[in-house]
């Protein structure tokens, strides 16, 4: 062999040496990358424990991470928006893979989801959305996964609509919203209002927060009878926002000598145990279903992030609409 063929055949093992030893490292940093090394720790903000909602979501969370193995760090931020924004802020110093919360109210989270951004932490909304000051929200969060808080509200018009059947006669409803700025607060009353246009009869002639719980809701509703007295007004209907504000203003409504259900015909949201007891017991009329049981979606779209996986932008959860009628029957297979 010449002495320039002993070079170009060194040359061309050493070549190939090398692309095997390319070959092989690649290899190795696709197996470390792989979700099945590690364990998934995810960052959850929740709103607080203001409802049976509430507290159901939570129990739902806490109970999937556990099934599905993902370190989960909880934080309640007792329904204050400064609270959810320091936890979100030490999720990303934890360097967390996944941050997840509910906010409390639709703005001002553009700094702390700006951070996030940029350290590159995947962000899931559930149960309610946001709005940013300036550029996209959906830039924001990877995934926002719940109910549909506008078709809710015109769920619950429609029901009434059907139930009541007047067309001409004047109908007079009491509102009580939920958190002031929330998303389900804004959206079930968009909603519900889109109904009513439909229906000129129909009129809410009182409209005030009851912040999603059973005191406020009670507070409220007796303000709501003390100034419809004294305004010379009949109030035909309640729509709640939430369950636990409806049975908060069915005490109200007792208190004042009233039948509620009868002489006050009531339709709220959620579809919790008590509203189903409330039914059967003649005092609700139809609660329409949001469901709070996101933990098995939750660590589902979790580990499918940490794998690389493109998942849907919008979630929208299966819920359905609850007449007393069918309350009995139902109560049994509630699962909060």
């Not at 009531?266 to 996101?294: H, Q, R, T, W, Y």
């Amino acid at each position: 062999m010449s002495k320039w063929k002993k070079i170009t055949v060194a040359l061309s093992v050493g070549i190939m040496m090398l692309t095997f030893a390319g070959c092989g490292g690649s290899a190795k940093q696709e197996t470390a990358a792989k979700p099945a090394d590690k364990k998934i720790v995810l960052g959850f903000s929740q709103i607080g424990a203001e409802s049976e909602w509430r507290t159901a979501n939570t129990e739902s969370i806490k109970a999937s991470a556990q099934a599905a193995g993902i370190d989960l760090k909880f934080s309640d931020a007792q329904q204050k928006q400064e609270n959810q924004i320091k936890a979100i802020r030490s999720f990303i110093q934890q360097k967390v893979d996944v941050i997840a919360f509910s906010p409390v109210v639709e703005t001002g989270w553009d700094a702390v989801l700006q951070e996030a951004k940029t350290a590159k932490i995947p962000v899931i909304l559930t149960d309610r959305s946001i709005k940013m000051s300036n550029g996209k929200a959906e830039d924001y969060y990877v995934t926002f996964m719940g109910s549909d808080f506008v078709e809710e509200g015109r769920r619950a018009g429609k029901w009434l609509v059907d139930f009541m059947k007047k067309d001409k006669e004047p109908v007079n409803i009491v509102e009580l919203q939920g958190t002031v700025g929330s998303a389900p607060a804004i959206d079930r009353k968009t909603g519900f209002e889109e109904v009513l246009k439909q229906n000129a009869n129909y009129k809410i002639i009182k409209s005030q927060t009851g912040d999603f719980t059973r005191a406020k809701g009670k507070e409220v509703m007796e303000s709501f009878l003390k100034s419809a007295k004294a305004d010379g007004q009949k109030i035909d209907v309640l729509y709640a926002h939430n369950d636990d504000m409806a049975i908060g203003a069915i005490q109200a409504i007792e208190e004042a000598g009233l039948k509620p259900g009868k002489d006050i015909i009531i339709v709220s949201i959620d579809g919790v145990k008590g509203a189903f007891e409330a039914m059967i017991a003649g005092k609700l009329n139809a609660s329409i279903e949001c469901s709070p049981l996101l933990g098995d979606q939750l660590m589902a779209a979790a580990k499918d992030l940490v794998a690389g996986k493109t998942i849907d932008k919008r979630i929208v959860t299966k819920e359905g609409v609850f007449p007393a009628e069918v309350a009995a029957k139902e109560l049994p297979n509630r699962k909060y």
